[in-house]
């Protein structure tokens, strides 16, 4: 289903579940269930369920679901002090 807001077309299937990856049609159920399945990079999420490996312009919302159940998914680690 295609709905006109205005803006690009947002695109929800039959569930109404948003699409995370246009490219590869991956919903973001999809992809939030890959990163629970262990995927913790935007590498592991494309290896796993394709998602991000085309134009890319997916990665910062693909990043966004890893970062809601990683905080420190994308930060610099802290140096260990010593
Ligand atoms: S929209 Fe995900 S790779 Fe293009």
Do not use: F, N, Q, W
Not at 3 to 30: F, N, Q, W
Not at 67 to 72: A, D, G, K, N, T
Request: charged share 20%; glycine share 10%.
């Amino acid at each position: 289903m295609l709905l006109r807001l205005g803006k690009p077309y947002l695109i929800a299937d039959e569930d109404s579940s948003m699409y995370a990856c246009i490219c590869h049609a991956v919903t973001e159920a999809e992809v939030s269930d890959t990163i629970a399945a262990g995927a913790t990079t935007e590498e592991e999420v494309g290896e796993a369920c394709g998602a991000g490996t085309g134009c890319g312009s997916c990665l910062d919302r693909i990043c966004a679901l890893i970062s809601e159940r990683h905080p420190l998914h994308g930060r610099t680690p802290l140096r260990a002090a010593g």
